[in-house]
Structure formats: structure tokens, C-alpha cells
């Protein structure tokens, strides 16, 4: 059972436009999603999370928007550059009753930004 | 500021043998995480150490996985008789515990067996 969805196997855009990447999930108990990027023979780096109790993060370019009730989040990238061009993993923990605290992974969008 | 290291980059083995990896840490951090990755696939969980207690493993990890963590700081994943299907990239990740579970990864053991 996939609990974190990304739909998308990859995505293209032009350098200077908006990447929207999306991720669905099932698990209600989920407190905190992530973004994570990773480059080839790399291991995945942290990009930005959000709290189960917002439904915006900001950092710079990236920014983060949380959809509860329809259980959807995704990442905007503006302007995106092609230094961007990589895997995108959307993640969930669920840190309830001394939970593990392990991360649950979507299976990843490949972005390729053209200059 | 050292990252997660992880030994080796790359392991080529024959079906049958075993092998072992090392993962060292972030020095300050007490929890321990491996992953293992295919591809097309996102990283899976497969076990956890909170200092040198293993408090959880994945489904995933069969009676011929084996990971240790002696002192609560390095770790070793071991696979005994290799199976063609264990070939991955078998990723490795420590946590400060924060509340949000953020973890730093290191750059992964690339396994193929033949």
C-alpha cells in the first residue's frame, strides 16, 4: 500500500517558469511532509517541510502548500533554474505515540528544467 | 561539518556471497536510519536504531539481513547469500530527532549481484 503518491514520473518546464510538483497521501496520522531532492549517485538532500497544522512554508524559490482535506501537497519552484533539474521525493512522518519517526517516500518526480 | 559517510560507494558481488556496509553518522545525532532504493522507486524504510537499540525493522528485511549498531555511533547492514533482487542502492540517514523527522542521508552503497 503506497500511503505517499506522486503521480508524475517526470516533468519538464522552461528555466525562469514555475515547476509545480504534486504529492497525494492517505495516512490522516501523517504530522509532517518534506521535500527532498536528489541528484544522480547522490543521496537525497533536504529541501523544505511543512507542518500538518499550516498549509504554507516558504523558503526562497521553493515554496510548500498543504491541502489537508483533500490530502494533497505540493512544491512550487519559481523561477526554476537548471541547476533545479533532479528527482523530487515527497516524504511523511507520523511522530504519534512514540512512533519510529521514519520517513515515508513517494516514488519520485524527475524534473527537467530547459534553459 | 562531516556528513553521513557511507563505505563503500559501490559493491559488486556474485549471488550467494555476503556482504557488508558501514555507515557513519552525524556525530551528535542518536537516531540511525537504512533505506534501501530501486529503480523508479522512492527510498524504503527498512530499520531503525535509537543509540545502539534497533527498535524497529521493515517487513522488508529478511532473516538474511542483519544490521548492528555496537556503540550507538557507526552502523553495519550485512546480507548474507546474495540474491539478484537485492540489488539497490542501500542508503543510510541519521536524525537529531526533531520533531518534523528530518534526516540527512548519505551518498549510498550501490550493490549489484550477479
Known amino acids: 500500500d503506497q500511503q505517499v503518491k506522486q503521480n508524475s514520473p517526470s516533468l519538464s518546464v522552461q528555466e525562469g517558469r514555475i515547476s509545480i510538483l504534486n504529492c497525494d497521501y492517505t495516512?490522516?496520522?501523517?504530522?509532517?511532509f518534506l521535500w527532498y531532492k536528489k541528484y544522480p549517485a547522490e543521496g537525497p538532500t533536504f529541501l523544505i517541510s511543512?507542518?500538518?497544522?499550516?498549509d504554507k512554508n516558504e523558503d526562497g524559490r521553493f515554496t510548500v502548500f498543504l491541502n489537508k482535506s483533500a490530502k494533497h501537497l505540493s512544491l512550487h519552484i519559481v523561477p526554476s533554474q537548471p541547476g533545479d533539474s533532479a528527482v523530487y521525493f515527497c516524504?511523511?512522518?507520523?511522530?504519534?505515540?512514540?512512533?519510529?519517526?521514519?520517513?515515508?517516500f513517494g516514488t519520485g518526480t524527475l524534473l527537467a528544467v530547459q534553459p | 561539518d562531516t556528513g553521513v559517510s557511507q563505505d563503500p560507494r559501490h559493491k559488486i558481488t556474485k549471488r550467494g556471497q555476503n556482504v557488508t556496509f558501514r555507515c557513519d553518522p552525524i556525530?551528535?545525532?542518536?537516531?540511525l536510519y537504512w533505506y534501501r532504493q530501486t529503480l523508479g522507486q522512492g527510498p524504503e524504510f527498512l530499520t531503525y536504531?535509537?543509540?545502539?537499540?534497533?527498535?524497529?525493522k521493515s517487513r522488508l528485511l529478511s532473516d538474511r539481513f542483519s544490521a548492528e549498531r555496537p556503540k550507538g555511533s557507526f552502523s553495519t547492514l550485512e546480507i548474507q547469500r546474495t540474491e539478484q533482487g537485492d540489488s539497490a542502492m542501500y542508503l543510510c540517514?541519521?536524525?537529531?530527532?526533531?520533531?518534523?523527522?528530518?534526516?540527512?542521508f548519505g551518498s549510498g552503497t550501490q550493490l549489484s549481484v550477479l
Open positions: 540517514a541519521s536524525s537529531a530527532g526533531t520533531h518534523e523527522g528530518k534526516l540527512f
Open positions: 556525530s551528535e545525532h542518536n537516531r
Open positions: 511543512i507542518s500538518s497544522i499550516k
Open positions: 516524504a511523511a512522518s507520523a511522530n504519534y505515540g512514540g512512533a519510529t519517526n521514519k520517513l515515508i
Open positions: 536504531f535509537q543509540n545502539e537499540a534497533q527498535l524497529e
Open positions: 495516512n490522516s496520522m501523517f504530522d509532517y
